[in-house]
């Protein structure tokens, strides 16, 4: 037992000492339930057309056929595909009966089942307003109960968000190995949790952490090599087989094994009874892909679940069909004072010894950053199109047209958030579907946006509209007469930034809609390098557009200055600094960081405001990760496995200062040897010379930096180690969603020391708006 969770079971063993359960028999509530992926190895239509329509299908007329029969529904995206084009009206009359009855439930309901630890707060808000409108819409149902049982960690923003959402109950599962040991001895597995240091008791939750088994049944029968109660068996892709006959379909129950199948199931009840205060004990019955036949389900645990009953004295144990809805209520009748457990998340993740979660953190961030990108738009476009429907519509935009391109990318970012999507830990097939999904959405949203734009100030040449850089669309060519660019701010408050346009000539002038010139820069494209890069600086009021005009100037007319770029000769890594330090400096009135010419590396920082430099080291290493099952857990997509700690990467570094009036960049360049052609890593550090007034504070304290790293290697993980000498007592703060800083102390751990910190390297989050 690590140090981690003594101050967690320090408060469970002061409310409720073990053992202290209530004498009788134990009430089993078996929750039926599939676990949908919303995509991970097989795509939407593959998982409908095997196995997903006939959940539905099959569970309503099973539900109908007897009324005890329970089942919850979870994702949304699913149940929505086959409400709209699979289910009849008879069965859709059904679904109506059997939610009037409290026999089917929608838990959780969001569009899918988001991913806790890399996705937006307001992301995560749209996927579950997205399927929270339709059921409300559909039915008049508003979720109660949440259901997170496989997202990798569970992140405190979801106990606060759900609580705001109106859940009465949170259920995860998803925590350290270890740590749920711990918690299942001390009986410590349910309890109130305050995710939020300031909302702290307003907006608490009561939660569950699922047990060892997690959300699916007990897979070993002692009695029999086939699998434990999936008496369907195996969903088969691509399509369901002809003759029904699935693999792996447990032995079907009768009067010969009934008693064997009641003692199994009853032995597995009481080994989880003792970790728990209640005689109350949730028995989820289901998996991945399970009930696409569940008349096979029902008619063989119906018998079963009688045969127990009609022993219930004797076994100690009454097993009856619940919801999660049903389990939850019939705790909270109990009466029982929980245990609180304050804004603590449980990331990063270890299934077991040697199995880091961390490595979903990095995974295909081509589509983590196109999923921000499409979010960006979609929330930009959402309130450009508001602002041009209210009071009244003006202009030759179709509003349906409108909606439905924003009902398309609604969906797509929806969908990416899932917990095997976002994540990047799917097949490539299924996320080549996320990426066209979202570039689908994303052209819609940009026709809409451009419209608009076009409609509103009747705009004659190309119209760019964006959040927070201004988009451009590659190759596009200028008009002979320039550009206008339309810069638009979809939050609520003043915004000062810098946009930047991808442009063809380098001498241009800059005006707003006033005609007044505009503070901007031109500097040589990094990207492009037949093109340029024009950097503006933005002020723009809250839900409101700037227009610029940029256009190209002859030599004689005044322009916008091109910045000058100085290159310093090339480094190798291991050459030492001269005792006489020649500095670089970029600077603006918060800050003065300083480059070391000797090496091409960073050297400081000054702040301004405490008057205190801060001495750094930058390096580019690797970690080995492992790739060899042999020796334990691999490095994947989802675990970070190291074999040993990080190496340097790289033997030169090449370093160049651009100078300009509106920002200056320090460029380096890391080649991996003294003969390579292309670089492996960049870094790119960025200084706006704005003043620290009020209006600009924001901008004037951000040393910006963005990263390139590649091609790798394989099994290599790349790092950026920038040390200082600052003291943090081993305590870091990091973001949590978007949402909140989570506090980090250092937690020792007995083993798995690399993995397990890697965490500090978490991913970053981008703002949603200029
Ligand atoms: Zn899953």
């Not at 593959?46 to 539905?56: D, G, I, L, T």
């Not at 009036?661 to 790119?684: D, W």
């Not at 930096?705 to 920038?722: C, D, H, M, S």
């Not at 909140?740 to 703002?767: D, E």
């Amino acid at each position: 037992m690590g140090p981690r969770w003594l101050p967690l079971l320090g408060q469970l063993l002061l409310l409720q000492p073990p053992g202290s359960r209530a004498a009788g028999p134990i009430r089993v509530f078996v929750v039926p339930h599939s676990h949908m992926d919303v995509g991970w190895v097989y795509t939407v239509q593959e998982s409908m057309r095997a196995y997903a329509a006939n959940v539905y299908t099959s569970v309503v007329a099973e539900l109908t056929s007897r009324p005890q029969r329970r089942f919850i529904a979870v994702e949304q995206e699913f149940f929505r595909l086959w409400w709209t084009s699979v289910a009849s009206e008879k069965q859709k009359h059904q679904v109506h009966q059997l939610l009037k009855k409290g026999h089917l439930e929608f838990v959780l309901g969001g569009q899918v089942m988001h991913d806790e630890a890399v996705t937006h707060l307001d992301d995560q808000i749209l996927q579950l307003t997205e399927g929270h409108g339709f059921l409300y819409e559909t039915f008049g149902i508003r979720p109660q109960f949440s259901w997170h049982v496989d997202p990798f960690g569970a992140s405190a923003t979801t106990p606060t968000l759900f609580a705001l959402a109106g859940f009465n109950a949170h259920l995860i599962s998803r925590i350290d190995y270890d740590l749920k040991e711990a918690m299942q001895e001390a009986q410590g597995l349910q309890f109130v949790w305050r995710g939020s240091k300031s909302l702290s008791a307003q907006q608490q939750i009561f939660t569950h952490v699922m047990d060892q088994f997690s959300y699916c049944t007990p897979s070993q029968l002692s009695f029999s090599n086939r699998s434990g109660f999936y008496w369907n068996g195996v969903a088969v892709f691509p399509e369901p087989p002809p003759d029904g006959v699935y693999p792996n379909m447990s032995e079907p129950v009768t009067p010969a094994n009934i008693d064997l199948y009641a003692k199994e199931l009853v032995a597995n009840v009481k080994q989880r009874a003792a970790w728990f205060q209640t005689p109350y004990i949730l028995w989820p019955w289901g998996c991945d892909k399970q009930f696409f036949n569940a008349s096979v389900q029902f008619a063989n645990m119906d018998p079963l679940l009688d045969h127990i009953n009609s022993r219930s004295q004797e076994l100690g144990v009454s097993v009856e069909y619940a919801t999660l809805g049903d389990y939850f209520r019939a705790l909270h009748a109990l009466n029982i004072s929980w245990a609180v457990y304050n804004h603590h998340d449980f990331l990063p993740y270890s299934s077991e010894p040697f199995a880091a979660w961390t490595g979903f953190y990095t995974s295909r961030s081509m589509l983590k950053g196109m999923a921000r990108r499409a979010s960006a738009l979609l929330y930009a476009g959402e309130s450009m199109f508001t602002r041009y429907m209210w009071p009244v519509p003006h202009g030759a935009l179709d509003p349906t047209w409108a909606l439905q391109q924003l009902q398309q990318l609604r969906w797509a970012v929806s969908e990416v958030q899932h917990h095997d999507a976002i994540t990047g830990t799917e097949s490539p097939k299924v996320r080549d579907m996320y990426m066209e999904h979202l570039a689908t959405g994303m052209q819609g949203v940009r026709k809409i946006m451009s419209s608009i734009v076009l409609d509103k100030f009747q705009l004659r040449m190309t119209a760019r509209a964006a959040e927070s850089e201004v988009w451009s669309e590659p190759g596009s060519n200028p008009r002979p007469d320039g550009y206008s660019a339309s810069v638009y701010n979809p939050l609520a408050w003043t915004v000062t930034t810098i946009v930047t346009l991808t442009i063809h000539f380098p001498r241009v002038s800059v005006t707003d809609e006033m005609g007044h010139p505009v503070p901007a820069q031109i500097q040589n494209s990094t990207k492009d390098l037949s093109a340029y890069d024009l950097l503006i600086l933005s002020v723009i009021p809250g839900l409101s557009y700037r227009h610029y005009r940029v256009m190209p100037t002859t030599e004689a007319q005044e322009a916008t200055t091109m910045a000058t770029t100085l290159r310093f000769k090339s480094k190798l890594r291991r050459h030492s600094s001269s005792q006489k330090k020649r500095l670089v400096t970029m600077a603006n009135d918060c800050y003065t960081v300083q480059f070391d010419q000797d090496t091409n590396l960073m050297h400081s920082i000054w702040e301004r405001e405490s008057n205190r430099t801060v001495p750094l080291t930058q390096e580019f290493l690797e970690y080995h990760a492992n790739g060899d099952v042999h020796q334990g857990p691999i490095s994947d997509n989802y675990k970070f496995t190291a074999n040993k700690t990080a190496v340097p990467a790289w033997k030169t570094v090449v370093m160049e200062i651009v100078r300009g009036k509106l920002v200056t960049e320090v460029r380096q360049y890391f080649y991996r040897n003294t003969t390579a052609q292309n670089y492996t890593f960049a870094i790119h550090s960025r200084l706006a010379h704005v003043s620290s007034d009020p209006d600009q504070e924001l901008l004037c304290h951000r040393i910006e930096q963005k990263y390139r790293v590649g091609p790798l290697e394989l099994n290599r993980e790349a790092i950026l180690r920038t040390s200082s000498d600052i003291n943090n007592q081993k305590l870091i703060y990091s973001d949590n969603n978007g949402y909140q800083m989570q506090r980090r102390p250092y937690q020792a751990f007995v083993n798995n020391v690399i993995s397990r910190v890697t965490h500090l390297a978490t991913h970053c989050t981008l703002p949603h708006a200029a």
